[in-house]
């Protein structure tokens, strides 16, 4: 028992967030969920599948008097079983001591001469932001970038996925979709418009790959301005210490570095499916499409999805979306059908529990025709449908493939293809990974920026803050906005129990909807509360015009641990959609009626 003792302090003392736990039990169940929900990659070992459980529960209880399950420890501190470790969560105290982790160094990265103290693979906004903090400190820094063309043969130049054919572009034609609704309601304000308004596609396009050509060249001038050489090539690992180059001429060159980021983001998923690669596009195309779309076919339900169907309907194209199962997997699911719905009676036509098992050529073009043959997964029954354009959204992979992780010795989850890392180091101590390809964390832009700053101030400054994946703001940019902040109340009730939760709610009408004439009761807003703990807001959810400007103000709150009560004290801006969140009253288990009249 001394011995086996003695080996479970080791494993407490040696892992970042260990749960002792057992496939049976339902609180464990609660912990694994909350831990997937903060992003963490906790270590699970569970006793009721290892052959000495009964004998590690036993050390267990000699070492912390808890002789249940789930037994959480962070850090080599104990937190405690389930109850401890939801409270923990609601006061913040558990978030702050998975970042308080000890980071690993490598002690052998000073005895060598390098080419680089740090080479950057990646020049996407993660990339970038890492790149001009390294070379702001002083480090000697190289970016590495290079874009592989799409199966349709498109390319971009330095900025990765959200200036060029992600974020910058997708709101600007969400915004070019908001005018042109703001059009319509501006006859009731008085402005006498035209019958025949026409939306042109290749003014819009021309206009915004402009801008995006300046932000290009505004990244290569700001690496140069912080020193940091930037080289077109892509960057593959010979060993831990060194990459080959090879330029879009073919001409290689061999760089070694101290320390290596990789920030190689992701691309668009293609299913293995006949004629997909071959006649769809994916967002990586539609920025840059030539000429108009046509009758358009979105296959998926991702935000990308419904973000790109919802603008391309309000431009006026015939405009489908595929859908298999449910819309924003992983996002509160009542908002999501919400925000579905609105689209659906704003143009979008929806395919539900649809699969596609077919695209072939029927005319060229531009634009060309494509038949998609597809099948319902509830009946069977089979169909197809013609269509200028069929635009994939059904996920993203990164871009961890054919860099020469495996000769650099760095790990990569088998399945999903991303890396594991602790605190953004791999499990080689001098090689880094920030972004979209981290295993666990959010796809999401900011947060890449946030995570290359950080980590270049610990390595090359004085800062010791790390990134906290955890009450990260989003909004997905629907026709309708959706923006939300911390747990889908779904969750929450698995995590917290639904009697421990209380969701207050309430539908609003902007004021700028009341002349332009706008639906009624469609606007919604909802916080999900822990009555547990002085009703802290476990999730803020929105679905309105605006979403995202609403949403960031609120998360600073958030993370601070605002309470119902808090929101409650705050005073409104009137007349505001923001302001519905400081005069919300009704809960949904009271069974009233949510919907509003009046201002």
């Known amino acids: 028992m001394a011995e086996l003792r003695k080996k479970v302090l080791d494993l407490i003392q040696s892992t970042h967030v260990l749960v002792y736990s057992k496939t049976t039990c339902p609180f464990c169940d609660r912990v694994k969920l909350l831990f997937k929900k903060m992003l963490v990659d906790a270590t699970y070992i569970e006793l009721d599948k290892t052959d000495n459980g009964a004998a590690v529960q036993e050390a267990l209880a000699d070492i912390t008097k808890l002789n249940t399950v789930p037994n959480v420890f962070v850090n080599g501190d104990h937190v405690g079983g389930c109850d401890s470790t939801l409270a923990a969560f609601s006061s913040g105290k558990l978030s702050r001591m998975i970042l308080a982790g000890q980071k690993r160094l490598d002690p052998t990265i000073t005895d060598h001469k390098y080419d680089y103290d740090v080479i950057v693979i990646g020049g996407g906004s993660g990339g970038l932001a890492c790149s001009k903090e390294l070379g702001k400190l002083g480090a000697r820094v190289c970016c590495l970038d290079y874009v592989k063309p799409t199966p349709q043969g498109t390319t971009w130049g330095l900025g990765g996925t959200c200036v060029n054919v992600g974020c910058i572009p997708k709101k600007l034609m969400h915004q070019g979709a908001l005018l042109g609704h703001g059009l319509d309601d501006s006859k009731k304000f008085g402005w006498l418009m035209p019958d025949a308004v026409k939306h042109d596609w290749s003014t819009m396009v021309s206009a915004i790959q402009n801008h995006i050509g300046s932000l290009n060249w505004g990244y290569r001038v700001a690496l140069r301005d912080k020193e940091v050489k930037y080289s077109n090539s892509y960057g593959e690992f010979i060993d831990s210490h060194t990459v080959k180059c090879v330029n879009r001429r073919g001409k290689e060159e061999v760089m070694t570095a101290a320390r290596f980021v990789i920030a190689t983001g992701g691309r668009p998923r293609y299913p293995d499916l006949p004629g997909y690669k071959e006649y769809c596009i994916s967002s990586d195309d539609l ?313």
């Open 287 to 599: 920025f840059s499409l030539p000429h108009p779309p046509g009758k358009t076919l979105v296959i998926g339900a991702s935000y990308v999805a419904l973000e790109c169907a919802g603008f391309l309907a309000a431009f006026g194209f015939d405009t489908s979306c595929m859908v298999r199962s449910i819309f924003l997997r992983g996002f509160d699911q009542q908002m999501a059908e919400k925000a579905g719905a609105y689209m659906a009676e704003h143009g979008v036509k929806f395919f539900k529990k649809v699969i596609p098992t077919k695209v072939e050529l029927v005319e060229e073009g531009p634009p060309r025709k494509l038949r998609v043959e597809y099948k319902n997964t509830s009946t069977n029954e089979v169909g197809s449908e013609e269509f200028n354009t069929v635009l994939i959204a059904v996920g993203r992979d990164p871009c961890t493939s054919g860099i020469g992780l495996d000769k650099a010795g760095v790990i990569v989850d088998e399945k999903t293809g991303k890396i594991p890392t602790v605190y953004e180091q791999t499990n080689v101590p001098h090689i880094y990974a920030i972004g979209d390809v981290l295993k666990g964390k959010e796809e999401l832009t900011p947060v890449a920026i946030q995570a290359g700053k950080l980590l270049a101030r610990r390595l090359y400054g004085t800062g010791k803050l790390e990134c906290d994946y955890i009450n990260v703001p989003t909004t997905v940019f629907t026709p309708l906005e959706y923006g939300s902040i911390g747990l889908p109340e779904e969750d929450a009730i698995a995590i917290f129990g639904e009697n421990n939760i209380e969701v207050y709610h309430t539908y609003f009408k902007p004021l700028e909807w009341t002349v332009a004439a706008r639906e009624d009761n469609t606007c919604y807003g909802k916080l999900v509360c822990n009555k547990l703990d002085n009703e802290r807001v476990l999730g803020f959810h929105v679905l309105g015009p605006n979403a995202g400007e609403i949403t960031q103000g609120y998360v600073v709150g958030m993370k601070l641990g605002a309470t119902k009560a808090d929101f409650d004290a705050s005073i409104g801006i009137h007349p505001t959609c923001s302001e519905t969140f400081t005069t919300m009253e009704l809960t949904k288990a009271s069974g009233a009626d949510a919907k509003q009249t009046g201002c």
